[in-house]
């Protein structure tokens, strides 16, 4: 009788579960199966309104209305045939050479300028539109909050640090840390398809989507390497590529049009004259150095870790990423109260503290310790090494910070040491007057190769390979005479 009871309560306990799991559950707009809800619309929508302002700060707008309104068109034309046109959709262009598009919950959809620049149509434009509406409407972006909620932690650029660097204040994006965590497979291959539904049901050619992605697997391996985030989160792209060439054959045999746009042309003179690469006004890498021409200063970089510029700071990281340095405005203009106040907000044990001012600049260095609250009961907190200067210059006191874990710290000190007092007054002209590079279109004077044709505008021999990508062509490929293509002024261009 007891072991009935037991059974019974089991069962019972079984069924209650269901019940629970049932009603934390809603159905996928895109599959109508139902799937495990973890937050409601209202929350995405919420989620997704509130990263939106922090994408922007972090990244810049890029000013481009015509581009900026063809993206937005097309985005809102696509959405509304989408599963989820009630969504507040938003279309944004960000200024940044990667070349990447992401979204975040609620239909919020961000291209670069980057990837821009290498698209060659606009029906590929429509297929990687496609996709990212894909990720909000069969809510991947939900499902990668739920992650980040359990303890993942990305970081701008797809790098990946321990959880104990990334809790640390203001410095590692806290707010931002969704938008560069990884899709799986599935929700990528997923997304594909609904790149494919969605372009072709606007009109576009989706085949052309597949032609993309021979782009991507080039830039995967190219010198430039200007696609980590694309590349590392989604699947091979050769697969892709077969895969949705068969796809789109087979939503045009059900779709039934006939003739689907693919609109170069009109591409390529939408985007004659964007910026190309990096904005030197906002300053550029160079010779393993830092310059910023805006704010005229410069800094060196150790060596073999990355730089990550954003309107509001400039981020490296060490190659095992387990140390990260930050340069970015500090409050006021006197380095002293900057550099107390620093101490005061993240509760800095100050071990020591220097007045010496840095290649003429007044400057407070500090060397000190964080320590963080354990993050889950019964864990020990962990102890964070920094070391920061605050210097005074044109009118701007600039904070340059270092840190790592205590066990960690000294394997890093020598090289933030060495950035840091590096810091000066940028004065050459050649870096101070440096100019963009911006994507020139340029109609073949003659039935000639690609390579023939950028020779006869003047590109120099090591930038080839790279406009080839960048039109998607081979070097050796024939342009018919007025046969529009990609070529490249300003900079050291010309």
Not at 213 to 236: I, K, Q, W
Not at 256 to 268: A, F, H, I, N, P
Not at 342 to 352: C, L, R
Request: hydrophobic share 35%.
């Amino acid at each position: 009788m007891q072991r009935f009871i037991n059974n019974q309560l089991s069962l019972l306990l079984i069924m209650a579960m269901a019940v629970m799991t049932f009603q934390n559950c809603s159905t996928n707009p895109v599959t109508g199966k139902k799937q495990l809800a973890f937050m409601s619309e209202e929350k995405e929508i919420a989620l997704g309104q509130s990263y939106d302002p922090q994408v922007i700060a972090e990244m810049g707008q890029y000013q481009n209305p015509q581009m900026a309104q063809f993206l937005s068109e097309k985005g809102l034309a696509m959405a509304r045939t989408s599963h989820r046109p009630n969504l507040p959709w938003k279309f944004t262009l960000v200024d940044s050479p990667v070349v990447n598009a992401f979204a975040v919950p609620g239909g919020f959809v961000y291209f670069t300028r980057g990837i821009m620049a290498h698209f060659n149509n606009e029906a590929q434009f429509a297929g990687v539109l496609g996709h990212e509406i894909g990720h909000v409407t069969a809510r991947h972006t939900v499902a990668q909050q739920a992650k980040q909620t359990l303890g993942q932690v990305g970081l701008i650029g797809g790098m990946i640090l321990s959880p104990e660097l990334a809790s640390q204040g203001q410095s590692l994006m806290q707010g931002m840390q969704l938008l560069f965590l990884k899709f799986g497979r599935d929700a990528e291959s997923q997304s594909d398809k609904l790149g494919v539904e969605y372009s072709t049901g606007i009109g576009y050619d989706a085949k052309e989507m597949a032609g993309f992605f021979g782009t991507l697997s080039r830039l995967s391996g190219g010198a430039e390497n200007r696609v980590p985030e694309f590349m590392s989160t989604h699947p091979d792209p050769d697969n892709r590529e077969v895969r949705v060439q068969q796809l789109a054959q087979q939503y045009q045999s059900v779709d039934g049009k006939g003739k689907y746009e693919v609109g170069r042309d009109s591409y390529l003179r939408l985007i004659d004259g964007m910026i190309y690469g990096e904005d030197p006004a906002q300053g550029f890498v160079e010779g393993g150095s830092f310059y910023h021409p805006g704010l005229k200063f410069q800094f060196k970089i150790p060596g073999q870790w990355t730089l990550i510029n954003a309107p509001t700071q400039v981020q490296m990281v060490s190659p095992d990423q387990k140390s990260i340095m930050q340069m970015k405005l500090a409050q006021g203009n006197d380095q002293n109260a900057a550099a107390q106040s620093f101490v005061q907000e993240a509760k800095v044990n100050v071990i020591n503290s220097s007045n010496q001012s840095i290649n003429g600049l007044p400057a407070t260095t500090i060397l000190g310790e964080v320590v963080q609250e354990a993050q889950q009961q019964g864990q020990k907190g962990q102890t964070i090494s920094v070391l920061a200067s605050f210097i005074s210059y044109g009118g701007n006191t600039y904070m340059m910070l270092g840190m790592a874990l205590k066990q960690d710290f000294n394997r890093y000190q020598r090289d933030i040491e060495y950035s840091i007092g590096t810091f000066a007054q940028l004065t050459d002209q050649s870096k101070l007057n440096r100019k963009p590079e911006q994507i020139h279109i340029v109609s073949s004077a003659r039935s000639q190769t690609l390579q023939q044709a950028l020779q006869a505008d003047r590109i120099p021999q090591d930038r080839h390979n790279e406009l080839a990508i960048l039109n998607g062509m081979e070097l050796n490929q024939t342009l018919p005479a007025g046969t529009l293509f990609k070529s490249l002024s300003g900079g050291n261009i010309k």
